[in-house]
């Protein structure tokens, strides 16, 4: 007997959003996606509907959610104008790598591309924010596409994003698949510990120990690694520099801190930069270069979960593509421990200013 056995599409949706520990759901009611509402009304006990008085503010409220918790951030829009305004907040989502996913209502599966009412091609006009997009076409198809989206919003930390016709969403399982599909072949199951190889590691040791002058650039991947981070700069003797979605790494108080870098940021933290021969990134993808070390004038490590980040802002001598706390766990033995004043004279040169 199917898990799913007589539920309608929008049923289905619901249960795999609560099988991959959503408990938040962000929107706006309408004609296009009311199936799906009902379904949240009816498991309100489960996952928690907050209603907004516009679509864009449900989609930064999912972004804002999923930044400050590190869970799937959701939101929800009808077809046309209501998924049109979720845009915005997903760009949020997507430029400062927040997963969230979006999912919306379409006109009637046999009414698209006939200029209907609201018929909009969502998945185009998505397709440049989402890194998953696809359209529910049938109850059987729904888990399957729930399972991948959340995948890839948590695992790539970008947005995807679900459509939904409206019949399609009152339509009950059949159990009718297609001769190559498995019914509960895929998971809710995701796991994004990732570490670099022991060999990369040491050569990332091996520069950053042969360094006078050593920065450390830190962004929001590196917030929960707060206390590596400050170890990894008690060794070196290494200032740390925060990215502004960084600024909560480690107190603006820490001996090791000199603030901000860019526009907003402080003279010390740029004159650092100006200066450095060695500089470690942690889980940033800063994008003022030009506040950055001129290339060629420092050595380059750079930590981050996201591998096409590698290299993106800094020409870098090492990529670690991993998570930044136990990246940094497992470097922090390789490093030598500066002993002397003299070691320590950059940091202490800079928190002087």
Excluded at 123 to 141: G, K, R
Excluded at 203 to 214: F, M, R, S, V
Excluded at 217 to 238: F, H
Aim: with cysteine; aromatic share 6%; net charge neutral.
């Amino acid at each position: 007997m199917d898990e799913y056995e007589n539920f309608k599409t929008a049923d289905i949706v619901a249960e795999a959003l609560i099988d991959w520990g959503v408990e938040v759901v962000f929107g706006l009611p309408g004609d296009g996606i009311n199936g799906f509402i009902e379904a949240l009304r009816q498991r309100q006990d489960k996952i928690k509907f907050v209603l907004v008085r516009h679509e864009e503010s449900a989609a930064f409220m999912a972004c804002a959610y999923a930044k400050y918790t590190k869970k799937l951030g959701v939101c929800v829009a009808t077809s046309g104008p209501g998924a049109i305004h979720l845009l915005n907040g997903l760009y949020d989502a997507k430029l400062d790598s927040a997963p969230v996913l979006a999912i919306t209502g379409s006109t009637y599966s046999d009414l698209i591309g006939s200029n209907y009412q609201q018929d909009v091609n969502l998945l185009q006009l998505f397709s440049d924010v989402a890194i998953y997009n696809n359209m529910i076409n049938s109850p059987e198809h729904a888990e399957m596409a729930v399972d991948i989206a959340c995948r890839n919003a948590l695992g790539r930390k970008s947005v995807s994003h679900l459509t939904i016709p409206i019949d399609v969403q009152e339509q009950k399982l059949k159990g009718k698949y297609s001769p190559h599909k498995v019914k509960g072949h895929t998971s809710d199951i995701f796991n994004h510990d990732v570490i670099p190889s022991p060999e990369l590691l040491r050569k990332a040791a091996n520069i950053l120990n042969e360094g006078k002058k050593i920065v450390i650039l830190v962004g929001q991947g590196a917030l929960d690694a707060g206390n590596e981070v400050t170890a990894i700069s008690e060794r070196l003797g290494a200032p740390v520099v925060k990215a502004l979605l960084g600024k909560a790494v480690i107190s603006d108080y820490s001996p090791y801190s000199l603030g901000g870098i860019g526009m907003l940021g402080t003279s010390p933290a740029s004159d650092a930069m100006n200066e450095a021969d060695t500089i470690l990134m942690i889980g940033t993808s800063f994008p003022y270069i030009d506040y950055l070390p001129k290339p060629g004038q420092a050595k380059g490590i750079q930590i981050d979960i996201v591998p096409e980040r590698i290299g993106l802002r800094y020409p870098v001598d090492i990529g670690l593509v991993g998570d930044a706390k136990q990246t940094l766990s497992c470097m922090i033995p390789m490093l030598n421990k500066r002993q002397n004043k003299k070691e320590n004279e950059f940091l202490v040169s800079k928190k002087k200013q």
